[in-house]
């Protein structure tokens, strides 16, 4: 986080030092691309905020831990494409319900669905890519997120092909 | 139609802000956690896009259009895809911000399917993320995941960006 604070810190003052008019128009392309873009930014996070009331980390950890290792990975990957998480709260997460005995498949398919599935992103998504196109993103990550929980599944030998 | 679409969308909000000063106020709990949610996820938006927008404005004024094209567009070849998912490592915070970024390549003249590769890549194997997520799960956990995704990904993106070419796809104007 601090070397992107560094690093556009260091962009901005050296843009400035080489074209003061050219940097100007930087920042208002900047500030217009956000303007446009914050309704959708604004609607992601109202969504996010109701999921993460709907899905608390206790239910997570529910889901995951309990069934069949095929039912746990199926609702890994639901609940990994519906909400959306930070990866310092997801991965510790993860931590712990591996030392509770839940497999690294459905880890999987929870982790690589949270990441590459955005439901609650889908707002920001639509503004960016287009709805076709973004759904369209959205389904295929879904099956490669399945592909990959199941071959980590497979190598890890906790199923049998 | 779409002022009706508007309209519903604006009704929407405002519910949901008289619902959490109301829930303040009376000290409904639900609404006072959804609050606390819709705060916590705001900080950290806001820690990170003023810095992403910045960028993507320095880059928007200094990186020609013919550089983005020779190494991300039509006639760079294989190798294209490469950088794309190099770039993706480098990203931060998650597809809400991968998704503006690449939207600034496509409108610089990178092709759709390298644009597609970089998203999803971003997701996946962004690099700070990664050593968090080995560092917790082990390295084994992560290598699968990236032998597995990367492929597809590349594969998929090629298939999909041709795909939405023919069709004459046009990802939607931001700019004005």
């Given at each position: 986080m601090i070397i992107l604070y560094i690093i556009t810190a260091v962009l901005v003052l050296l843009s400035f030092a080489v074209d003061f008019r050219k940097t100007l128009k930087a920042f208002r392309i900047s500030l217009k691309r956000f303007l446009k873009i914050s309704p959708a930014f604004g609607g992601m996070l109202i969504l996010v905020s109701v999921a993460m009331y709907i899905f608390p980390e206790e239910f997570i950890a529910d889901s995951l831990g309990s069934g069949s290792i095929w039912i746990s990975t199926a609702a890994g990957s639901l609940i990994g494409s519906i909400t959306l998480m930070p990866g310092f709260i997801a991965f510790p997460l993860c931590g712990v319900l591996r030392d509770y005995g839940v497999q690294y498949m459905v880890l999987s398919g929870f982790t690589t669905t949270l990441m590459m599935v955005g439901i609650l992103s889908f707002?920001?998504?639509?503004?960016?890519l287009g709805v076709k196109v973004a759904v369209v993103r959205n389904i295929i990550s879904l099956v490669i997120a399945l592909i990959v929980a199941v071959s980590t599944g497979i190598i890890y030998g906790e199923i049998a092909l | 139609m779409k002022r009706f679409k508007q309209f519903s969308l604006i009704g929407m909000v405002l519910l949901y802000a008289v619902f959490i000063s109301v829930s303040l106020t009376v000290k409904f709990n639900p609404g006072i956690r959804i609050g606390q949610?819709?705060?916590s996820f705001f900080l950290q938006?806001?820690?990170l896009l003023p810095c992403v927008f910045i960028l993507i404005?320095?880059?928007?004024?200094?990186i020609k259009r013919e550089t983005?094209?020779?190494h991300l567009g039509h006639g760079a070849g294989f190798l294209s895809y490469i950088w794309g998912i190099l770039l993706a490592g480098t990203t931060i915070g998650g597809l809400y911000v991968a998704l503006p970024v690449a939207?600034?390549?496509?409108t610089k003249g990178a092709r759709l399917g390298v644009v597609f590769a970089y998203i999803?890549?971003?997701a996946i194997c962004r690099v700070p993320m990664t050593l968090f997520e080995a560092g917790i799960l082990g390295w084994k956990f992560s290598l699968i995941r990236f032998s597995v995704s990367l492929p597809l990904v590349v594969v998929s993106s090629i298939l999909l960006g041709n795909y939405f070419e023919k069709k004459g796809y046009r990802m939607p104007e931001n700019e004005r």
């Open positions: 707002p920001v998504e639509k503004a960016c | 949610h819709f705060w938006m806001i820690k404005g320095l880059f928007e004024v200094w983005i094209e020779k939207h600034a390549l496509y999803s890549a971003a």
